[in-house]
Every structure is written in structure tokens, then in C-alpha cells.
């Protein structure tokens, strides 16, 4: 046995209850058996191909080398415009900075604000990873449970209420992964107005914004200029692979980013920053926007037929490609829930033990980055597994 230490913070990081289910069933796959995938929250959309066009175009060049750090001025320049129209908020480029995903964003972010033993409010339920990174950089999640009532999201009065001599700022998720719901503009107005005037750092989450279907998603950055943002290529247009994101910050702090950026990462992928001018065209525009009319036909399908077979679920969710289904009437153990539906049914989904303490044990994340072939196909072989027990 090797006795050699690992540092306190990493042995805090939980590894995923879904990579379970995800090496068995590539397992029963590698067997001939085949599996319905509805646990991986990555688009099944291949890249648009005005930007796979436009990252060959660069790379036949052959000149690939670093960027600045804070990346291309005219990505920078397309984000700014980006913001201006969709959320009619003036944005600098010069607070732009282009990262390696958004967990490169958010570890920039947390590298400016947090010092050891800072704590940091955020929904539970929530993603695990933004409470990991917390706790990598020295801070101290507090994940204040979020009930269906409150679309599962942090409010004005629970942060309030909860803040301590210790507490430093609050991370909001919206649309959220796993629940897929969205904090509208009076809640989240509130949010930002009560933490600023508590001194504390805000950060917004952004990442699944585009894909929405009712009420468009509403920007922390139209309530403040002092909130840190965080956005990604991978969800809505469809660039998961090529491993980019971007970080909005308030101006006294686009010095310290810089110098994050320039010590973490150098810079982003030269070649996908690149790709990405050609993401904001109106030619990607039209095709991701028919693709996120895809996605909410897939949820309109997979949440009735959910229902239909006896799942509880609050209303549709907003935004994202995930279904958070309460299956107390068929479990009291969601994980356990998870390994038979995939063993018995060939169905792969993700258990609420990934996403925090809220009583995970009732929930499923189900995600609708699958074809409708096979959304029906899993609730058909959901509902013969469901006969059986």
C-alpha cells in the first residue's frame, strides 16, 4: 500500500455516483446489449459546421501558437455585441476573458475572490463540480436546500437569512443543471441587490443560456456590473469538445484576472477560439435555434411520459436538457434505483446522490440529449421495467 500523502482538499472531492452507470453500462454494451443514454449531460449534436469550416480554415494555415491571455480581441469583440443584443447590457471586451470551458471561468473566479475558510452560498440541489472547485480553492460550500416550491433555486430571503460573519458570496446556476430551472428577472434582481449590499462577491452561472423555451433567461449582468459571469461554448452551441468558455468581471478586477489566466492557462485552444468567431453568424445562429427547438420537443416527450408513468415532477423545466423526477413511488434509493434500471432495462440515468445532500435518494436526473427515437424507446422499456417490480 503506498503511504504517500494526498492533500486534505482532494481527498474532499466525492468522485460521480454516475460514472457507476456509466462503466457498467459500457460494460453491458461491450456484452451486445444495447442502452438507452439518458445520464450525460453533453449535447448529441455535432459540432455546427460553419464552425468546424472556420477552425480547418485557421489550422491549414499552420500557425497555431498562444493568444493573449484574455484571448482573441475580435471573439472578445463578438461576445460584447452578443450581450448587447440578447440582453441589452454593455459589456467591455476588455472584461471578457476567453477560457479553457467555463470550469476554466470559474476557476479564475474563485482564484480572485476566495481566501481560506470564505463560504460560499449555493442551491442544493446542484452541479458538484462548483462545489468541489470551492473547496479546492480554500472556501467553504454552503448548500442551502432549494425546494420545488422555489423552482429549486436560491432566493433573496434564504440567502439573507442564512449569511454568517464567515459568508462571502453566493453562486447561482440559471438554468441549472440537474433540475433545468431558471431564476426570473425579479428574483434574480433581488439576489444581487441583497448580496451587494451584504459586501459579498456574486457569481452567475450562465452556461445553459440559449437553451431555454418559455421566458427568456435573464443575466445577472443586467442588475450589476460587479457580478462575475460565467458562459461556455459547449451547451447551446454545441463546441464540447474544443474546450472553451468565457468570464465577465467587474472592471477593478480585470487586472487579477489577467494574471490568473496568464499563470493557469497561457490561453485558450488557439484553434477553437478561431472556430468560435464563426458561432455568432446568422447561419449557426438559425441552426442552433432549431436545435434548441429539438431539445424542448424532447422535454415536452420525456416529461409527459415520465409522468405518465408515475414519476413526480414540479413543472416543465425551463431551460437546459435535464429532467429532475422524484421516483419515490417506485424507490427509496435512487442509486440503487439507477443500477437496476440499467441492468434490467438497458435504461442509463443519473442518481441524485451527484447532486447534493437534498434528499438525493428520491430524485433521478434524467437528460434529453438523446434522439426521440430513443427518449420513447427508454419510457417504453421504463414502463416494462416498472411492471416488473
Known amino acids: 500500500m503506498n503511504s504517500r500523502k494526498l492533500s486534505?482538499?482532494?481527498?474532499?472531492?466525492a468522485p460521480f455516483y454516475v460514472m457507476d452507470v456509466m462503466t457498467r453500462a459500457k460494460t453491458l454494451e461491450e456484452t451486445g446489449r444495447d442502452i438507452v443514454h439518458m445520464e450525460v449531460g453533453e449535447p448529441d449534436f455535432a459540432t455546427p459546421m460553419p464552425i468546424i469550416q472556420a477552425g480547418i480554415k485557421f489550422l491549414e494555415k499552420g500557425d497555431v501558437h498562444y493568444t493573449k491571455a484574455?484571448?482573441?480581441v475580435e471573439l472578445r469583440e463578438k461576445i460584447s455585441t452578443f450581450y448587447q443584443q440578447q440582453y441589452n447590457v454593455l459589456v467591455s471586451p476588455e472584461r471578457i476573458f476567453i477560457t479553457p470551458g467555463a470550469s476554466g471561468a470559474l476557476t479564475v473566479a474563485l482564484g480572485i475572490l476566495l481566501d481560506q475558510g470564505d463560504e460560499v452560498m449555493m442551491a442544493d440541489p446542484g452541479y458538484p463540480c462548483n462545489s468541489n472547485l470551492v473547496t479546492l480553492f480554500g472556501g467553504k460550500p454552503v448548500m442551502l436546500s432549494a425546494s420545488s416550491s422555489d423552482n429549486y433555486q436560491l432566493t433573496a430571503a434564504l440567502v439573507a437569512t442564512a449569511w454568517s460573519e464567515l459568508s462571502r458570496g453566493v453562486m447561482v446556476a440559471s438554468p441549472s443543471n440537474p433540475t433545468g430551472t431558471m431564476i426570473d428577472s425579479v428574483q434574480m434582481k433581488a439576489l444581487v441587490n441583497t448580496v451587494d449590499a451584504k459586501k459579498g462577491f456574486f457569481i452567475s452561472d450562465e452556461i445553459y443560456h440559449g437553451l431555454v423555451y418559455q421566458d427568456r433567461a435573464v443575466s445577472a449582468l443586467e442588475y450589476s456590473d460587479e457580478v462575475y459571469v460565467l458562459n461556455s461554448f459547449s451547451k447551446f452551441f454545441g463546441m464540447t469538445g474544443w474546450r472553451l468558455g468565457w468570464l465577465i468581471v467587474p472592471e477593478h478586477a480585470i487586472s487579477a484576472a489577467n494574471r490568473l489566466v496568464q499563470n493557469l492557462y497561457i490561453s485558450a485552444?488557439?484553434?477553437?477560439?478561431?472556430?468560435?468567431?464563426a458561432a455568432f453568424s446568422a447561419?449557426?445562429?438559425?441552426?442552433?435555434?432549431?436545435?434548441k427547438n429539438e431539445f424542448k420537443q424532447r422535454?415536452?416527450?420525456?416529461?409527459?411520459?415520465?409522468?405518465?408513468?408515475?414519476?413526480k415532477m414540479a413543472d416543465k423545466p425551463q431551460g437546459a436538457f435535464y429532467?429532475?423526477?422524484?421516483c419515490q413511488a417506485f424507490t427509496d434509493d435512487s442509486y440503487a434505483f439507477s443500477l437496476e434500471l440499467l441492468e434490467n432495462a438497458g435504461v442509463a440515468?443519473?442518481?441524485g446522490l451527484d447532486f447534493g445532500v437534498n434528499g438525493p435518494e428520491r430524485?433521478?436526473?434524467?437528460?434529453y440529449t438523446t434522439s426521440l427515437a430513443q427518449i420513447n424507446l427508454g419510457l417504453e422499456r421504463i414502463k416494462v421495467f416498472l411492471q416488473t417490480k
Open 299 to 311: 422535454r415536452d416527450v420525456l416529461y409527459d411520459g415520465l409522468k405518465a408513468l408515475g414519476f
Open 323 to 326: 429532467i429532475y423526477a422524484d
Open 283 to 291: 447561419e449557426t445562429q438559425a441552426l442552433l435555434i432549431e436545435r
Open 269 to 277: 485552444p488557439t484553434h477553437s477560439q478561431y472556430a468560435a468567431l
Open 8 to 13: 486534505k482538499r482532494v481527498e474532499s472531492v
Open 363 to 367: 430524485y433521478l436526473r434524467f437528460a
Open 349 to 351: 440515468v443519473t442518481p
Open 70 to 72: 484574455q484571448g482573441l
